[in-house]
């Protein structure tokens, strides 16, 4: 019994849709990674300087008091959360929004790209050579090699063709 479940795990974990899927997540994985260092790195650095000189990062609404003992006014994100009070993270928020559009669009184009190279694809088989050929004396469709018509039983003659079943 345990080696049949076995079997049917291996069966299931090498299947084509399996590994197709692990490769996704993969590449998926890396892609996101990518994304948010172009948006970390390169977008939000001159949005902040345009809305003058503002790190998204380190916006965020402090909902919590300051512990008793910490000196000064902290400035930034992480500074708050070290000394662990409550805050709303909005700036890290607007970058994960920022994030998640970016892959949603690149997602689109890709998917748009594959559809138009799909309809190309299609468009280039319909214009194939037709798969079948009129019968001249009883119109039927028959196929493309026959030299005798299977419907009225007439000789044909050569070359005369038309789209049909296939």
């Known amino acids: 019994m ?6 049917e795990f291996k069966a299931f974990a090498v299947r084509g849709n ?3 899927l692990a490769v996704g997540v ?3 994985g890396a892609f996101g990674q990518i994304v948010n260092s172009l948006v970390n790195d390169i977008v939000m650095p001159p949005v902040g300087r345009l809305l003058g000189g503002v790190d ?5 609404w402090r909902i919590g008091e300051l512990p008793d003992g910490f000196k000064g006014n902290p400035q930034t994100l992480a500074d708050v959360q070290a000394a662990g009070v409550p805050v709303i993270a909005y700036g890290q928020f607007v970058n994960v929004v920022i994030n998640f559009l970016m892959i949603a669009f690149s997602v689109f184009l890709m998917v748009k790209a594959m559809n138009t190279l799909s309809r190309k694809k299609e468009a ?3 214009q194939a050579e037709p798969a079948a050929k009129e019968c001249p004396y009883c119109l039927s469709v028959i196929p493309l090699a026959a030299t005798r018509c299977g419907h009225c039983t007439s ?3 050569e070359g ?3 789209a049909g079943p296939g």
Request: glycine content about 4%; aromatic content about 12%; overall charge negative.
């Open 26 to 28: 993969i590449i998926g």
């Open 124 to 126: 280039e088989q319909a």
């Open 56 to 60: 998204f990062k380190d916006l965020f």
């Open 18 to 20: 399996v590994l197709d």
């Open 160 to 162: 005369r063709s038309v």
């Open 155 to 157: 000789e044909l003659p």
């Open 2 to 7: 345990f080696r049949d479940m076995l079997k």
